[in-house]
């Protein structure tokens, strides 16, 4: 069972659409990151939310962090196929970080 | 630069074996981390060390698997008896300072492990 919940789990949208995923759970983060993975690859890290509330922004992708930090969201504006690939979010705990089972994500040209 | 490199990428074994899973972290990462990742799922945490020490196995999830980082550089996964619940993409990660949640994980691409 895993500990964060992330929505929806697949997702197949057009080039220029915008687009949000999210990761749920009811257990509270230190932190929590986004990543991103691509096939017969690790996953890489997109960013690191620390404070309740927060918003980050990478270029089309801004990241938002719950007030209570149990909850994020990522949201990709006019998706591009290069964005194509599974969204995982983590949240850590102790020495390990805790793993959604991801979005994965098509544009489609 | 060099990143986090694993071997070999792919392992196909028959059940029963023993297998040995091989991750080179980033030089001078204090952190190791092993994750497991079944098909269509996130990674799970296996162990983590700090250096040469084990400091977390919570998340192996049975004593057929060992992970060893002897000299705090190169580490190994090590599982005895396979079974083909086994099967699943073995991930290595490494970071430059000690966990606590902040750090960037530099993750290998992972060994792809089969057994029949």
């Known amino acids: 069972t895993q500990l964060l919940e992330q929505s929806p789990q697949f997702l197949s949208i057009q080039e220029g659409e915008n687009l949000t995923v999210y990761c749920n759970s009811s257990?509270?983060?230190?932190?929590l990151q986004w990543y991103r993975q691509e096939p017969g690859e690790g996953p890489v890290l997109l960013v690191t939310v620390v404070t309740g509330g927060e918003v980050k922004k990478l270029k089309r992708l801004t990241f938002q962090f719950g007030d209570a930090r149990k909850d994020s969201s990522l949201h990709i504006t006019a998706a591009q196929p290069g964005d194509t690939g599974l969204y995982l979010c983590?949240?850590?705990?102790?020495?390990?970080?805790?793993f959604g089972a991801g979005t994965r994500l098509t544009v489609k040209p | 630069g060099a990143g986090v490199s694993q071997s070999p990428r792919y392992k196909v074994a028959k059940r029963g074996q023993d297998v040995a899973l091989r991750c080179d972290p980033i030089s001078g990462h204090v952190s190791l981390f092993w994750y497991q990742q079944a098909l269509g799922q996130g990674p799970e945490f296996l162990t983590y060390f700090q250096n040469e020490a084990q400091l977390d196995k919570s998340g192996l999830p049975s004593d057929r698997f060992f992970a060893e980082r002897p000299e705090g550089s190169v580490s190994t996964l090590k599982i005895q008896r396979t079974q083909q619940e086994d099967s699943a993409v073995y991930l290595c990660a490494s970071s430059l300072v000690v966990a606590g949640g902040q750090e960037t994980q530099y993750f290998g691409p992972g060994t792809r492990l089969l057994v029949l």
């Open positions: 983590a949240g850590a705990l102790r020495n390990d970080m805790r």
């Open positions: 257990s509270v983060f230190s932190s």
